[in-house]
């Protein structure tokens, strides 16, 4: 990094009487030490990260590796204490999460159905794809081989007082449920009914301690046809799909082609007419259900850096700044997705703002950083932070600040949520907004849906008062045309200055962030529906 001696002198000064002597903790403006974040130094950085040669930082990559050994350096260099995993040598900055790729495979997965009426078998093989369909992600591999119970719609709704499971032992076998619910209007001719999403069946089956669900349309009912062909590859047979150790597991939901359901219907006498929940033959039909996967551990990596409080109560308690690291890697076709702007450009600012901390007198609430990986393939690396945190003794995360995606659109507004129409509303979001201000950017409320697609969901949902910032979706995103030549540094320099203020000013504050009630000229206007899953 470039500055003038005279700028060094003088940081250098005030960092060091900051240690000797003690800084007054109720200082509120922030230090001079703001002017380091420059547009340059964040060039810099993300020149480096969204380089070809980190072939676009693929999860649990040699790359991301290199990535965080990138972080890990200016953290030290930073004056940042190592937050990670112990070591023989001490702690480090680095905090290993466990990771297991799955992959479903079409060969050797096999659905077969036994009709026994009155001692006459018939024995149905279904071919996936065409008589059946499944969704195959977390479903555990091996064979099953178990009776079936038909229990109608398969609902389970003890706020409606309705259970389609009443009297029935279900325990160990499969459930054929309707998919729909009683009273949908059949198909008009020529018309498909509209689609329903079996899988909120499968919670009530699986509380039964059900092994799987078969799915079929009632009678009257036609299957809508699928945008895209119903080929194993994809349905996400013969890809991997990366997941949290050990990869969660789910009850199969089968959805069986209407041809098959024919048959059935016809042979089991299946009916809706008067009764939600008709009865078919027991032990008249039977299932063996083979599902063949691999499995291939690996291990990924967050980085965090802390740097201590002065206050003696408040620097047990914790601001953290935070970014995903990790981006799409290389296609099949070998372009690489270098993720400049998603999200090179989150983690570069907030390694700026960690330097400008180093150059800082010590605020009175402690300040971690953190940078997670896996957050492309499903918010992994926060997830397992939020599940273990690793913090000094008797501290708490107050409040946590993202950047993801900052460098691109408008170059006088950015995003941020939550907004005073969203649940989550706290007191971060004026300040951030009066940070904005101060920087020539204008905060604007159009990113609640993006709430839950982004690493600060994971503090959220464990009740920490957060706020993203976030310049929007583009023409780039997620492509290998994000590149390093289309990023806006001064803007992204001006976001992580209204954060550093944010948190330099959270850190200082007399109270920690809380929930607030929305301005009055902002109230939510009675639409409070938002996704707060993750999507990606």
């Not at 201590?308 to 953290?320: F, L, Q, S």
């Not at 960690?354 to 990986?373: N, Q, T």
Request: proline content about 8%; some cysteine.
């Amino acid at each position: 990094m470039r500055r003038s001696f005279l700028w060094v002198l003088l940081v250098g000064l005030a960092s060091t009487v900051a240690q000797v002597f003690a800084i007054d903790p109720k200082l509120d403006a922030p230090p001079a030490s703001i002017e380091s974040i420059t547009a340059r130094e964040i060039g810099g950085h993300l020149r480096f990260l969204a380089s070809d040669l980190m072939k676009g930082r693929d999860t649990a990559s040699p790359e991301i590796r290199l990535a965080g050994e990138y972080l890990a350096a200016h953290l030290y260099a930073a004056g940042a204490q190592p937050l990670g995993d112990q070591s023989p040598k001490g702690r480090t900055y680095f905090q290993r999460f466990p990771l297991e790729v799955v992959t479903p495979l079409s060969q050797g997965s096999e659905l077969t159905l036994t009709l026994d009426l009155g001692g006459a078998k018939r024995v149905v093989s279904c071919k996936l794809g065409e008589d059946y369909v499944l969704r195959p992600h977390g479903v555990i591999g091996g064979e099953i081989e178990a009776d079936v119970v038909f229990v109608g719609y398969g609902r389970d709704d003890p706020e409606k007082k309705i259970d389609d499971y009443a009297g029935l032992t279900v325990e160990d076998r499969f459930v054929l449920v309707f998919e729909g619910n009683p009273g949908d209007a059949p198909a008009k001719p020529g018309e498909t009914a509209p689609f329903t999403n079996p899988f909120t069946k499968r919670e009530a089956a699986r509380k039964h301690g059900a092994l799987g669900v078969l799915v079929i349309q009632p009678p009257g009912r036609n299957s809508t046809p699928p945008r895209i062909p119903f080929s194993a590859r994809n349905l996400g047979f013969d890809e991997p799909n990366l997941s949290l150790a050990p990869s969660p597991s789910v009850v199969p939901v089968v959805t069986l082609a209407d041809p098959i359901r024919d048959l059935l219907e016809s042979s089991l006498k299946l009916q809706t007419e008067g009764d939600s929940r008709p009865k078919a033959p027991h032990n008249a039909l039977r299932v063996r259900f083979r599902h063949a996967v691999k499995r291939e551990a690996r291990e990924d990596r967050n980085v965090l850096g802390f740097m201590p409080g002065v206050d003696p109560k408040k620097k047990n308690e914790v601001v953290v700044f935070s970014a995903h690291y990790d981006h799409e890697g290389v296609n099949a076709k070998g372009e690489i997705f270098n993720g400049s702007d998603d999200n090179a450009s989150g983690t570069s600012a907030v390694l700026e703002i960690a330097e400008a901390f180093g150059l800082s007198p010590r605020p009175a609430r402690s300040v971690a950083f953190l940078w997670v990986s896996g957050e492309e393939k499903g918010l992994l690396g926060s997830e397992w932070y939020a599940d273990h945190r690793i913090l000094p003794d008797g501290a708490v995360i107050v409040a946590d600040i993202n950047l993801d995606m900052v460098s691109r659109n408008d170059s006088k507004k950015i995003g941020v949520t939550p907004s005073p129409k969203h649940a989550d509303y706290n007191s971060l979001i004026p300040a951030a907004r009066e940070a904005c201000k101060i920087e020539g950017l204008e905060a604007v409320f159009d990113t609640d849906p993006f709430y839950g697609r982004t690493d600060s969901f994971n503090f959220a949902k464990k009740g920490i008062p957060i706020v993203f910032f976030f310049s929007g979706i583009h023409e780039d995103y997620h492509k290998p045309t994000d590149d390093f030549e289309k990023a806006d540094l001064e803007k992204a320099a001006h976001v992580a200055r209204a954060a550093f203020r944010l948190g330099w000013k959270t850190a200082q504050d007399e109270e920690a962030p809380k929930k607030i009630p929305a301005p009055v000229d902002e109230k939510p206007d009675g639409d409070k529906t938002v996704d707060l899953k993750p999507n990606r």
